[in-house]
């Protein structure tokens, strides 16, 4: 082919709805000289696409899916490929009445209208021919509908076209992919390979679906995704059906307890079932579309592993599958793509520069997702923050075979599960081990994994603190209230705020930036000044240069030109790579003025906490541990015994105390040191539920991923600085900006006033329940953000269960009266503090000691 | 009456045949198994001989374990019960499989008035099985037939010869070996496929047995070469269309 060409700005590989949505968007936001290649032919080159149900449900208890899946149904409307047909997700089981009154909850903190909770027999009426007999509730959606996602994808594809931005290559086979070495050690994208010939290109984007890892493999990328089989049949010709117009007319059901759901299709009925064993498939095995009967992605139905579901099918629709003249017409093990989190791969790959990953996606979060990563690549800050789905989130045991097998596996059967905030997973766990793991296991830790690293939430042998506290513990008569938690945290809280506790913090994500350049460095990247002197603490904010809140982290400097940046587990990965994407030369090791190190596995931290921290840790050293000698917000090595630790004196739970990073392999000595020492102070282990809910809380601290975000900023988080540097770092223009307007949104911190259900039960908010008026009505801020719980947990030492959400400034007083709805009822709230104001100790004297 | 139809698990077809790396076999992970075509249409024609005249119809297969799973698919559209001759996954040749089936005809102990088999399988294509199990029994055969009736105790098939049909009549118990396009086979029903789960098969593992035919390796025919020739774009390519349909004989 002669008008191949052997040179593009981008490649996108794959013509599925995610690739056509993707050059849909770079076209429409001014990119040009593209080049869509699909080995398949047009318009269903034999992805999953081409087999897709179609349907899109708009809830999820997730705010980024949601809202990516809003926006797709808003592009798909625009299109003209959107049938709206209203879907009701139905229940069997008292647990999934209850389960569906919490998916309204979070609809409406995601600002969805048109839900309802119906009754079985206004089920019936939506949907004549189910068996109404066997449903206890049914939450009816009026905005569901279905969509023609190859015309949908076609449409965008000629939209491109039409723009003169693309060029499109079918049956075009990618063979192989060239990097280049970028000036540190790091890699970069240099063309790819394909049957037809070579093409350059700056940028590659692999929107392949299940064969995204394949791709990626070929440039020495990860995208960690596995194919999985996910059965459908399709039944007809349907008697009650034969006289629809177009292509549906009756609501789509979800039959949730059996992870099944049930939709029509012109005279046909779909039936598909999430239900049945995980089967995952290898990439490799995928066969090509000669091989392949149906489609690659078509696998030959396996007809026992769906038997089990025939039946429940059967009870709920008996007039139409219990009709012998209705046929099973079209069966098939539907591949699609499962990922160890349950979230899309979405982002330049950490390995190599330029190539980008947008995959695991399903049809009804596609546009919205191609919009987000396309504003992504324009200028790096996209409307919809992607950060849950960003593929720089993954560390690297993450992204092995066994660990993306293991955990999709044992998210497939939960793809419709009633999944608890806190649920744990079972499988691949005992990952990542802090030096004092065997010694909490002793104590009866209960470990909740952080990306890997397994972290006590509680402590079993602190039991007998609850007796110490009595009443002021707290109780939780609500099983979903008390599910992944125990009342033990809160007499773990009390007895840190009144004597000592100490926390294992290993999981902090560390990274070491020194050089020549490091101290410019620093300053690019974060809001504060970081020109201090050695050994000061200091908590920052890196932003995005539209002024969105991109990390949340300490930094301290322990040189001239030597500083350390110390982050969450849920963020030191992609806080890693957004250091990395700015170091001057490059990536990590780089040859440039400035060094990046991830120490994470050399140091592990223990925080100790509490009025008595300074004299347990002054008992078993020499340095001088007093206010004076040893100020808030500054560092210093010290000498306990032999052992040789960087102690940093801040606290994210509101008390005196430090954090001690310890070489991983001298933890285990530091911790008996100040176990023992602590003994006749009365210290405590304390687990992660105190460090990051119940103390935190107290506190007003902020947590990224939760009320920290690009979507909203630093005024609004009210965290404002009270002066601005004169350096220049990234956002600082836009973040002048937000100083001199008002904000849309001011993050408060509110309690329950009472929290009795109509049943008389106590219950107790888990956090993203919408905040409502007194009326009941939601809450929106001038930016169209409604207001919901970014956070919520009990305050034992206030005796208060603490709230916090972002409120429009008429409601961001001290004293408002506003409701949150939980599980379908409604609790009265008060505003308690505005802005960065703490609930416990608000002249921070704890902590100054 | 009672119908006896015989089928045989074979690879489904729809996409490029692949052999395993030894050469004996279709690699079947990508296409999944079926009844041979021509038997699907047998099982169809049973169980409407059956709706129309009583009785019951029985499903038989030589075959692996896997082979279960056609046996069910046989009982979902409506036949009443299955034997198995479970087999290794050795083959079986005409020979041998006839006598296997001819063992397990005289062990059932029901008395067959028609004995239903495809023309031909779908992988093999022998076109033996059905004529020897009659021989073996001495009833009548007919084979490739493409319509079926039954009156009294007498069958009357007819088979499609260019030009017209040649019409048999012949007295049960009989063999009829149908081809495709006898009847278009139902699919199965939800409730089908759940009473099929419930249904009886008797499985026996028969020996294997020698008949004296030998596989050595499968080979795949060369892909015929497909040669496409632009004749041009627009107004322009006319001249050459009207050209070639003239060489075709078409104008």
């Known amino acids: 082919m002669n008008n191949f060409p052997s040179h593009a700005h981008v490649v996108v590989i794959g013509a599925g709805i995610v690739g056509n949505s993707m050059v849909y968007h770079l076209a429409k936001l001014g990119w040009r000289d593209i080049v869509l290649l699909d080995k398949g032919p047009l318009p269903n080159p034999g992805g999953s696409t081409g087999h897709a149900s179609n349907f899109i449900y708009l809830v999820d208890h997730s705010k980024e899916m949601t809202k990516f899946t809003l926006d797709s149904v808003k592009q798909y409307k625009e299109l003209g490929v959107f049938t709206t047909s209203g879907g009701i997700e139905v229940s069997r089981t008292p647990e999934r009445v209850e389960e569906l009154k919490r998916r309204i909850t979070s609809g409406k903190s995601w600002g969805i209208e048109g839900m309802h909770l119906i009754s079985p027999a206004e089920v019936k ?165 000669e091989k392949a009967a149906l489609s690659p992605t078509e696998a030959p139905f396996t007809k026992e592993d769906f038997d089990p579901q025939l039946e429940q099918a059967l009870e709920l629709i008996p007039d139409i599958l219990g009709n012998e003249q209705v046929g099973i017409r079209y069966a098939i093990n539907g591949l699609l793509s499962l990922t160890p989190d349950g979230f899309p791969v979405l982002g330049e790959t950490p390995e190599v520069k330029g190539l980008w990953s947008v995959a695991a996606i399903w049809i009804k979060e596609a546009p919205g997702i191609a919009r987000a990563v396309a504003e992504w690549m324009t200028d790096g800050n996209p409307e919809i923050d992607p950060s849950g789905s960003d593929i720089a989130r993954f560390y690297p045991h993450q992204k092995t075979k066994t660990h993306v097998k293991a955990r999709s596996a044992e998210g497939f059967n939960k793809t419709y599960g009633i999944v608890h905030p806190r649920e744990q997973w079972n499988s691949n766990r005992n990952v990542r081990l802090s030096p004092y793991y065997e010694r909490e296991k002793v104590l009866g830790a209960v470990f909740y994994e952080a990306m890997g690293w397994e972290r006590p939430t509680w402590y079993e042998s602190n039991a007998k603190l609850l007796d110490e506290f009595g009443d002021r513990v707290g109780k939780r008569d609500a099983e979903w209230d008390a599910r992944w938690w125990s009342p033990i945290i809160n007499a773990e809280h009390l007895a840190m705020r009144e004597r000592v506790g100490m926390v294992d913090l290993s999981a902090f994500a560390i990274f070491d930036v020194q050089g020549a350049g490091a101290l410019d460095f620093i300053q690019k990247m974060a809001v504060n000044q970081m020109d201090t002197p050695i050994g000061r603490v200091t908590y920052t904010n890196f932003l995005n240069a539209h002024g969105g809140i991109k990390a949340d982290l300490t930094i301290m400097r322990l040189g001239e030109n030597y500083f350390r940046v110390v982050t969450g587990a849920f963020d030191g990965a992609r806080d890693k790579k957004w250091l990395i994407d700015h170091l001057p030369a490059g990536p990590e090791h780089g040859e440039g003025p400035v060094t990046l190190t991830d120490v994470t596995s050399a140091w592990s931290t223990l925080g100790v906490w509490g009025p008595k921290a300074r004299e347990v840790l002054q008992s078993i050293t020499e340095a001088d541990f007093s206010d004076k000698a040893f100020p808030f917000a500054t560092c210093q090595w010290v000498d306990f015994g032999t052992v040789n630790v960087l102690a940093s004196r801040i606290s994210y739970v509101g008390e005196l105390g430090w954090e001690l990073y310890v070489p991983f392999e001298q933890g285990a000595r530091l911790w008996d040191m100040v176990r023992e020492a602590g003994q006749k102070f009365g210290i405590a282990p304390v687990g992660i539920g105190v460090y990051a809910v119940t103390g935190r809380l107290e506190k007003s601290y902020r947590l990224y991923g939760a009320e920290l975000e690009q979507e909203y900023n630093l005024v609004e988080a009210g965290m404002a600085r009270a002066k601005v540097k004169e350096q220049d770092f990234i956002g600082k223009a836009a973040y002048m900006k937000q100083r001199a307007n008002p904000p849309a949104a001011l993050l408060c911190s509110l309690t329950v006033d009472d929290n009795t259900s109509a049943s008389g039960i106590k219950r107790f908010m888990q956090g993203r329940e919408p905040i409502l008026t007194l009326d009941g009505g939601p809450i929106e801020d001038a930016r169209g953000r409604r207001s919901y719980v970014t956070s919520a947990g009990a305050g034992p030492t206030l005796g208060k269960y603490i709230l916090m959400s972002y409120l429009p400034p008429a409601y961001a007083k001290v004293g408002t009266k506003l409701k949150v709805e939980y599980f379908g009822e409604q609790y009265p709230v008060t505003v308690a503090a505005v802005g960065a104001t703490p609930l416990l100790d608000p002249e921070n004297k704890r902590i100054k000691g | 009456m009672n119908i006896l139809v015989c089928i045989k698990r074979v690879p489904a077809t729809g996409g490029k045949i692949t052999l395993t790396p030894d050469a004996q076999e279709i690699d079947a992970r990508m296409l999944g198994f079926t009844i041979s075509p021509h038997e699907e249409c047998a099982v169809e024609e049973a169980v409407r001989l059956v709706e129309k005249h009583g009785g019951a119809a029985t499903v038989l297969t030589l075959g692996p374990n896997g082979a279960t799973e056609q046996l069910r698919d046989a009982m979902s559209i409506g036949v009443e019960r299955a034997i198995h001759l479970e087999t290794d996954g050795r083959e079986f040749d005409p020979i041998a499989t006839t006598n296997a089936i001819v063992n397990a005809i005289r062990g059932d102990g029901t008395n067959y008035d028609v004995l239903l088999f495809g023309n031909e399988a779908a992988d093999t294509g022998d076109f033996q099985v059905g004529v020897r199990v009659a021989y073996a029994f001495g009833y009548p055969c007919v084979t490739g037939i493409k319509e079926l009736a039954v009156n009294g105790n007498k069958v009357t098939a007819k088979r499609e010869v260019p030009g017209g049909w040649e019409i048999f009549e012949v007295l049960m118990p009989a063999v009829i070996t149908v081809k495709e396009g006898i009847n278009l086979p139902r699919y199965p029903s939800l409730p089908g496929r759940l009473k099929a789960k419930k249904k009886p098969i008797a499985t026996s593992q028969p020996a294997w047995q020698d008949g004296g035919l030998e596989k050595i390796k499968l080979m795949t025919p060369p892909e015929e070469a497909h040669q496409v020739e632009i004749l041009g774009k627009g107004a322009e390519a006319a001249p050459k269309v009207v050209d070639l349909l003239e060489r075709l004989g078409l104008l």
């Open chain 1, 125 to 289: 009426q939506l949907v004549p021919f189910i068996n109404e007999k066997i449903i206890l509730s049914g939450f009816y959606t009026e905005g569901i509908g279905t969509v023609d996602s190859l015309r949908g994808g076609t449409l965008m594809r000629e939209a491109a076209q039409t723009m003169g931005a693309l060029q499109v290559f079918p049956n075009t086979e990618i063979t192989g992919m060239q990097v280049e070495p970028t000036p540190g050690s790091g890699k970069r994208i240099r063309a790819v390979e394909t049957t037809k010939g070579a093409i350059q290109a700056e940028i590659v984007i692999i929107t392949c679906g299940l064969w995204s890892p394949r791709l990626a493999r070929m440039a020495g990328a990860y995208i960690p995704l596995t194919p999985a089989v996910h059965q459908m049949i399709s039944v007809g010709p349907v008697p009650q059906l034969m006289d629809t117009v177009g292509e549906i007319k009756y609501p789509i059901i979800r039959d949730m307890d059996t992870n099944m759901y049930e939709r029509q299709h012109g005279s046909d009925m779909e039936v598909g079932s999430y239900a049945h064993r995980p089967i995952l498939w290898e990439p490799d095995d995928v066969p090509s579309i």
